[in-house]
């Protein structure tokens, strides 16, 4: 039993207008292969693709990096910062989804002290008050019986931008920037304790 001429008549007539309409492929199955990749250039390119993504899914792609990958954290963290700033004006259920997930990994006692810091100091330069309660159990972060420093201080820090202190604290990144489209990230400051005097 062949196709009939019309129906063969009508695939062909399909398959043209899908090509010519263009079966472009979800972008976010792309980037989120080449954020697997093992060549470190191929996943900075992909955190870039994804910050510039108007996608949630994006969002989720940019946490598991921050979580997990010891090269490109800062990179997804100031990603994130994108992220949160582009979303604040219109969209309050993205942005408190972007706090609770970015707060989740901040109070990961699980997670190595660099990952959670970065997080703290994510929530702090996206500048929304809702991470102020995340942010204040994280000044009393602990491993264990050893108190996280690194974390309680990135944690009053991202307080500090975000008003909850009265002396205040600068952005790292100014507000206003990271709203464009971008071919490259700014690096965050390198995560360290203020030295004591």
Known sequence: MGLDLRTAAFMLALAALVMAGGCALDPMEELGNQIQSQ??????????????????????????????????????????????REIEQRDDKALNRIVEDAGKILSNAHLAERFRARAAWTLGEIGSREAVAVLLTGTVAKVGVVAAALVREYSTQALEKLGYYSDGRAYEIPMGTLLEQLDILPEPEPLALPEVE
Do not use: C, M, P, S
Request: no cysteine; hydrophobic share 45%; charged share 35%.
């Open 39 to 84: 060549d470190v250039g191929t996943r900075t390119q992909a955190i870039i693709g994804l910050a510039n993504l108007k996608d949630q899914r994006a969002t989720e792609e940019l946490l598991g990096v921050l979580e997990k990958d010891d090269e490109l954290f800062d990179l997804a963290a100031v990603a994130l910062v994108k992220k949160g």
